[in-house]
């Protein structure tokens, strides 16, 4: 009797698991997201970079799309500048921006001149 109660609850474990795989994965390729370009300057107000006399690194979709795979905080960490210490850790985790050296509490990051 012991036998023949393993032997279903085997076949039954094994057909709900079968039929656990049936959905298909979507894949990460499916979806394409446009990103707006993003300029990181010192000023408050909006310059041409000729103008400024300062160091302006533009990262644009070329950039991104060549070092696709990457997270942002990895991509940033490689400008001249910025350092994010904790960049190769979890996805999720908020790293520390330190930006010429001046510490996350010093940096202002503005996106479309919000903060």
Do not use: H, W
């Amino acid at each position: 009797m012991s036998k023949k109660f393993i032997t279903l609850s085997v076949c039954l474990i094994a057909t709900t698991l079968a039929f656990g795989q049936k959905e298909e994965i979507k894949k990460i390729s499916d979806t394409v997201i446009s990103l707006d370009e993003v300029i990181v300057t010192a000023n408050k107000v909006e310059q041409k970079q000729n103008a400024t006399g300062k160091v302006v690194t533009v990262i644009n979709a070329a950039a991104l799309q060549a070092n696709a795979g990457r997270s942002i905080a990895q991509i940033l960490n490689e400008q001249a500048g910025l350092y994010l210490p904790g960049s190769l850790s979890n996805a999720g985790t908020v790293p520390s921006i330190y930006m010429r050296g001046a510490s996350s509490g010093r940096t202002l990051i503005l996106i479309n001149g919000m903060p």
